[in-house]
């Protein structure tokens, strides 16, 4: 069972000081594999949040070592922290494991994933150029690219650590100060970023880390007056609360990555077996607790029926179980109010008349299991093909043409990710084109890497994250204008 490790941080993070809340208050997290506490943790609020910005707004000041530090130099404290985070790996993956209860495998991968995304950003430091402009012969006209600030950073549970690094990477890169929120089910491995960052010798102020609830601490980071951005992943209902708070307060900028309910579409060209395989690992990958699950399955009507067959076989292969045994597939989903939500979509699902093909149920009756379900005979107006589901539940429709699976892949208020799966070139690129999403799979899925931007259409998100155009996010551009008068 779940390995013994010691927390060796619980406090809030500002000031490149562990400190306790100014409230005095804590809260506990807990292990999703078995409902017990794995330790307090400081609960930070407004009054927190006034502090680390504050903290960051110093390490921010045009005269502090941050700013006058060469990029080169920023460059090397990223690659420096990147060092300590593949030193200390094993480490990190348990703390994510044991808080996320995500498998310890996937967990190495999303810390090794990490370290790729720090050492990308790591790279542009000292390559973020502006441009000169042709304005004429009587002036000089260049841009420079302004780090924008302070920012504020509220993540989500699903991916702790790695979201983490999304957020930090491109924030250090372009020179800015951060004050990030980790979700309140998972503070453990940002806390241990924060002791890692103070190693590699970040100074002070940079990186404030605030544990504590969305409605209080993510509030005050949105709400903030002194913070200059706001970075958010997690649901579209609190983006939207973020974007709010932004116009209500000081028109901070904001960047969204929000849910999905992302199509995988599968032709009668493909073959079977590989495709299922594909389909399969896109809903089921992290207890499909992921933002761009391949979360509505369209199979073409000729081979839907044994698609179907295959489907279901991979689920109930699939071992649900100990998240530290190396033979588990699936762990737990993250806490009560998650168990309960999957639960509820798989009911109405069958009330609706989808078919369950496996599971269905729950898992056990000690931690937040859910068997990995398979449904067939999914319908667009049922609940769990119109829903983010967020758990392990693949929902497989039928299609006929390209016209119609375009038209419904499209028929819906999210657009982050879309996959397809054809050996005809041609089919691929017009659903590419046509399809409306951020990222479009062509006989893979989650090909997501650091260089690659990320991010979603329509209520999906704004704005994207990693590659280049993640650097954007963080960057003001500023205009210089110089006359040239001409010399007698
Ligand atoms: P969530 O409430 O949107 O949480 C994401 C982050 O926002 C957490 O750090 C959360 O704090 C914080 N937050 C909550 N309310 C806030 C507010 N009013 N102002 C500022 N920050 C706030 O997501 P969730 O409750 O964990 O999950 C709900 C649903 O969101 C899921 O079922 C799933 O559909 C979706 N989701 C999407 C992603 C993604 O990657 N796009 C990730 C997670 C969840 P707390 O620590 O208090 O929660
Ligand atoms: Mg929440």
Redesign the pocket.
């Given at each position: 069972m779940a390995k013994q490790v010691q927390i060796k941080y619980t406090q809030l993070f500002i000031d490149n000081e562990f400190v306790d809340a100014v409230s005095g208050r804590k809260f506990s997290t807990v292990n999703p594999s078995n409902g017990k506490v794995i330790a307090e943790i400081a609960e930070g609020d407004k009054a927190d949040v006034d502090k680390a910005v504050e903290a960051a707004k110093r390490a921010f000041n045009r005269n502090s070592k941050w700013r006058k530090m060469n990029p080169y130099i920023r460059g090397q404290l990223m690659h420096k922290f990147a060092d300590l985070v593949t030193r200390d790996l094993e480490y990190i993956a348990t703390l994510e494991t044991l808080d996320n209860g995500k498998t310890y495998a996937s967990a190495v991968e999303d810390v090794q994933a990490s370290v790729a995304t720090l050492r990308y950003y790591a790279g542009w430091c000292d390559k973020i150029q502006g441009s000169t402009i042709p304005t004429g012969d009587t002036s000089v006209t260049f841009t420079r690219k302004e780090p924008v600030g302070v920012v504020g950073q509220?993540?989500?549970?699903?991916y702790p650590f790695l979201m983490l690094v999304w957020k930090w990477g491109p924030a250090l890169a372009t020179g800015c100060t951060l004050v990030l929120?980790?979700?309140?089910?998972t503070p453990l491995s940002a806390l241990y970023a924060a002791a890692l960052a103070k190693e590699a010798g970040f100074p002070a102020g940079v990186v404030n880390i605030i544990p504590g609830?969305?409605?209080t601490a993510?509030?005050a980071?949105?709400e903030h007056p002194e913070i200059n951005k706001v970075a958010?992943?997690?649901?579209t209902?609190?983006g939207h609360?973020?974007m709010a708070a932004s116009a209500k307060s000081n028109l901070k900028r904001v960047s969204l990555?929000?849910?999905g309910k992302s199509p995988l579409v599968i032709f009668d060209d493909a073959d079977v077996k590989e495709a299922a395989g594909i389909a399969h690992n896109a809903i089921f990958g992290n207890h499909g607790q992921n933002?761009c699950a391949g979360s509505r399955t369209f199979v073409h009507s000729k081979i839907y029926d044994e698609f179907v067959k295959q489907a279901k076989q991979l689920a109930l292969n699939r071992k649900v179980g100990d998240p530290f045994d190396s033979k588990t597939d699936q762990g737990p989903q993250i806490d009560q109010e998650?168990l309960d939500?999957v639960i509820g979509l798989i009911n109405s699902g069958k009330q609706q008349g989808a078919v369950v093909q496996a599971g269905g149920i729950r898992h056990g009756d000690t931690g937040y299991f859910v068997q990995p379900t398979v449904f067939s005979n999914v319908t667009d107006e049922m609940k769990i093909a119109k829903e983010?589901i967020?758990g392990p539940v693949q929902a497989i429709l039928k299609f006929d043409t390209m016209d119609e699976v375009i038209e419904r892949a499209n028929r819906t208020n999210y657009g982050l990710a879309s996959g397809v799966i054809t050996k005809n070139i041609n089919k691929a690129l017009e659903f590419a084109q046509a399809v409306e999403a951020g990222s479009v799979w062509v006989n893979c899925y989650d090909a997501v890497t650091p260089q690659t931007p990320f991010g979603g259409f329509k209520q999906s998100g704004i704005g994207r994250e990693l590659g280049e155009e993640g650097l954007n996010e963080y960057l003001e551009i500023k205009t210089v204008s110089i006359n040239v008068t001409k010399s007698n």
């Open positions: 509220i993540i989500p549970w699903n929120k980790p979700a309140e089910q609830y969305g409605p993510g509030a980071i949105a958010f992943t997690g649901s209902e609190v609360a973020v990555e929000l849910g933002c998650m939500k983010e967020f």
